[in-house]
């Protein structure tokens, strides 16, 4: 009752500050069994969760790096009058995309597509571009046209309207679109991010937004997004801040990596970590997950990287080491328990940083222990124990 009351409250602090409820969604790999799809389909669906941070002129690489796992989402609303969309807010990309009419694959009509003859503040732009995923491309075409998340009101906003999706796996998805919140340097060239629309046209109270991630999720509250400022009910001591070290995504350093009290040396030469609310699972650099995975005793199968539940309150604490403060991850956070499988929350990938650091991203498995704060005026990452 407190967190409704709270949220009431705080609906109130300012106009452009708002906060966003985030759904958790069911895992995708819960919702192709429930469609039965083969396992061996689940196999082939994994791809290097990497991929989507290479840059490139001719495609936008976009997310869907969560493997087969959950997704948090939330609602926004386009055109006028509104047509409402279930979208994931995604740190680790640029752009915004709905599904819409002019697609006819069994992907968009599954999900709610925009109509843009119903709306009369809509735009064409008519410029079309291909987003590449792992398993598959999304081409999508650029319109304009209003957007609104609850009291924010954003005009003449660039996004996609996609022309074809492929079925798998954008069918079993529980959200429609994808919007971004990284820096505009991996957005399409010459349009503004939502992000930068919402500053010029005064929509947000500060130049910065937060997340926080529900330790006990639910689908109707899997945690929150606020737009214009920080809620310091949702996490408590001192915030640590570490600076974006390339402003294409929300790039920051790592000095090291510690298994239990003892240091690894896989960032001697410095690491670099994404920090990614569009990949659920904590992702380590390739050439580290054999010994990872064989220092926490983990085993690979069918269900990911598995250890016995009974053994997890045993499993050693991992520790990030950002700004000189060392960020603890304890076992009863990264360790899934699905149905009494338990499963260690990791995924490799084979791509480095642009200067061939180690790369390691920081998804929703780390976000759930920290409270996290995006300050765009000071290119910086903060971070809170969550509460």
């Not at 509104?82 to 640029?94: E, K, R």
């Not at 991992?318 to 956070?333: D, E, K, M, R, W």
């Not at 009494?340 to 642009?354: D, N």
Request: glycine share 10%.
């Amino acid at each position: 009752m407190w967190r409704l009351v709270l949220a009431l409250l705080c609906l109130q602090l300012g106009e452009g500050m708002i906060r966003i409820p985030l759904k958790k969604g069911r895992s995708m790999r819960e919702v192709m069994r429930e469609n039965r799809v083969p396992e061996g389909f689940l196999k082939g669906l994994k791809g290097d969760p990497g991929r989507k941070y290479l840059l490139s002129n001719a495609v936008a690489y976009e997310p869907l790096t969560n493997y087969l796992n959950s997704f948090y989402f939330g609602e926004i609303s386009i055109g006028t009058p509104p047509q409402n969309f279930l979208v994931l807010f995604d740190t680790g990309s640029s752009n915004l995309w709905v599904p819409s009419t002019y697609c006819q694959t069994p992907a968009c009509e599954n999900h709610a597509m925009f109509n843009c003859s119903l709306s009369s503040t809509f735009s064409d732009i008519g410029v079309t571009y291909t987003l590449r995923y792992g398993f598959g491309d999304l081409s999508v075409v650029l319109g304009s046209d209003t957007m609104t998340i609850q009291n924010i009101v954003v005009k003449n906003q660039e996004f996609g309207l996609s022309l074809d999706e492929p079925s798998n796996p954008f069918y079993y998805l529980d959200f429609d679109g994808i919007l971004g919140m990284a820096y505009p340097g991996v957005g399409i060239s010459g349009y503004n991010t939502l992000i930068q629309n919402m500053m010029q046209q005064s929509q947000l109270t500060e130049p910065i937004f937060s997340f926080y991630y529900s330790r006990n999720p639910t689908y109707n509250y899997g945690g929150e997004v606020i737009l214009g400022g920080v809620d310091s009910q949702l996490y408590t001591g001192e915030v640590l801040w570490t600076p974006v070290v390339q402003e294409f995504y929300w790039k920051i350093g790592i000095e090291e990596f510690s298994i239990g009290p003892s240091a690894t040396g896989w960032c001697s030469q410095g690491c670099h970590g994404i920090v990614d609310t569009g990949t659920f699972l904590l992702t380590i650099p390739g050439q580290f997950m054999s010994a990872f995975l064989q220092q926490l005793g983990a085993e690979e199968n069918d269900d990911g990287y598995v250890v016995d539940c009974s053994s997890v309150p045993s499993m050693p604490t991992l520790y990030f080491a950002i700004s000189g403060a060392q960020l603890s991850l304890p076992p009863s956070v990264y360790v899934l328990n699905n149905d009494g499988v338990c499963s260690v929350g990791v995924e490799s990938t084979y791509v480095s940083s642009t200067n061939g650091q180690p790369l390691w991203i920081l998804g929703n498995v780390f976000l759930r222990q920290y409270y996290s704060i995006f300050d765009i005026a000071n290119n910086r990452v903060g971070f809170a124990l969550s509460a």
